[in-house]
C-alpha cells in the first residue's frame, strides 16, 4: 500500500538488522559494525552509514550526520 507523506514530514530510521565486517587495513582483522539507515518518506532519499554500535552517542550521530547539508559530508 503506497503512503503519501509532505516534504519534510517524516523520516524513518532504524538499523539494518544484519551486522556488516570490514577489514581494518593496519591489522587484517574484519570489524564488526552496525548498518545505520534513514529514509525520507516523501522523496525515498536515503542515508546509510557504517556505525560502531547501536548506542545512543552513535545512533545520534549518525542522525547528525544524516540531517547535514551534502556540502558538509
Given at each position: 500500500?503506497?503512503?503519501?507523506?509532505?516534504?519534510?514530514?517524516?523520516?524513518?530510521?532504524?538499523?539494518?538488522?544484519?551486522?556488516?565486517?570490514?577489514?581494518?587495513?593496519?591489522?587484517?582483522?574484519?570489524?564488526?559494525?552496525?548498518l545505520?539507515?534513514?529514509?525520507?518518506?516523501?522523496?525515498?532519499?536515503?542515508?546509510?552509514?557504517?556505525?560502531?554500535?547501536?548506542?545512543?552517542?552513535?545512533?545520534?550521530?549518525?542522525?547528525?550526520?544524516?540531517?547535514?547539508?551534502i556540502e558538509?559530508?
Amino acid at each position: 500500500m503506497r503512503q503519501v507523506h509532505q516534504g519534510g514530514d517524516r523520516l524513518f530510521v532504524d538499523y539494518s538488522g544484519l551486522k556488516a565486517y570490514y577489514t581494518d587495513p593496519t591489522t587484517g582483522d574484519g570489524v564488526a559494525c552496525e548498518l545505520f539507515v534513514a529514509t525520507l518518506g516523501a522523496s525515498s532519499y536515503t542515508y546509510a552509514e557504517a556505525s560502531p554500535s547501536q548506542q545512543v552517542p552513535d545512533f545520534l550521530a549518525s542522525h547528525v550526520r544524516a540531517l547535514a547539508p551534502i556540502e558538509e559530508q
